[in-house]
């Protein structure tokens, strides 16, 4: 079996302002010099806004935890007002950007083509990806998950270079329905996002040469939480989780890290 290392992204959406932000990343700053046990064998990944995202470096410089934006626009420097383009986030520090988030395709209603421009630029910037995909509440009443995703998935990946996916690309199943904002009567239960995550694999390994489907990570989001991060991270499909409302406070935060390096066989790398 291929052994990814394992990546637990904060996605910090809209809820932080400088101060709380910035309070967020000294703890976790830390937690890391003084608590954590596993160090280097797994990924952390904190996602602020846009504004945010140099004092949030700050913070964490002296750290291995990683900077990712929240999006991208696929256009080059220059006469773009409004625009972030990709070597932007790079000079300020991002390593990861996440790509296609349902807050984004709905509310600024991306579509997948759309996602894929701004995954070809971010690629081409040397950013890391992580690509959200995940059907609504309304897609699965009607049996059309496994379509959705592979719609938005092969999109996502039309005429890349598989050398530029290779190492950068991951992708991180939502389904819109389990995200906390939603409400969700309940998330899905880890058994079920196993096969999703091994539906998902079976189209990166159709589409991609092995050598490159095997560097990508799948992630879950949705309502994670330091009473279930385990159970879906204890899965063999599942090699990250994506966590959003969860990753705003402290010290939920920390305590989901805690039960992660506890309780998920994390192997030295
Ligand atoms: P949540 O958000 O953890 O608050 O459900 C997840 C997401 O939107 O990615």
Redesign the pocket.
Known sequence: MVKRRKIIVG?WKAFLNQATAKKLADELKKWKANDSKKQDDYDIVLSPSFPYLVPVQDAIKETNIALCAQDVDAVKMGPYTGHIPPPILVDVGCKYVLLG?S?LRHLKEYSPRRIHEKVTAALGADLHVIL?IGETKDEKVADKTKSVLKEQLETALVNLDEKIIRGKFDVAY?PVW????QNPDKPPKAEDVNNIHGFIREILNKKLDKKTADTVRILY????NEDNVCDYLNQPNVDGV?????STKHPQFVNLLNAVEERVLIPAQ
Request: hydrophobic letters at 40%.
């Open positions: 996605a988030h807050e959200c939502e389990a995200i906390s904002s989001g949705g309502s994670v994506l966590v959003g409302s969860a």
